[in-house]
């Protein structure tokens, strides 16, 4: 059981990483997109 619980935790962990660089990918697009389009 402590097994599984520490997998879980060490998941939750990555997933955690993984939704930070995927929201902060969706903030900066528009202003990349912004960038290159007007310069």
């Known amino acids: 059981m402590s097994?599984?619980?520490?997998y879980f935790i060490e998941?939750?962990?990555l997933a955690i990483l993984i939704i930070r660089r995927v929201n902060?990918?969706?903030c900066?697009?528009?202003y990349i997109v912004f960038a290159q389009?007007?310069?």
């Open 3 to 6: 097994a599984v619980y520490r």
């Open 11 to 13: 998941n939750y962990k």
């Open 28 to 30: 900066y697009t528009p």
């Open 37 to 39: 389009r007007y310069n």
């Open 24 to 26: 902060a990918a969706t």
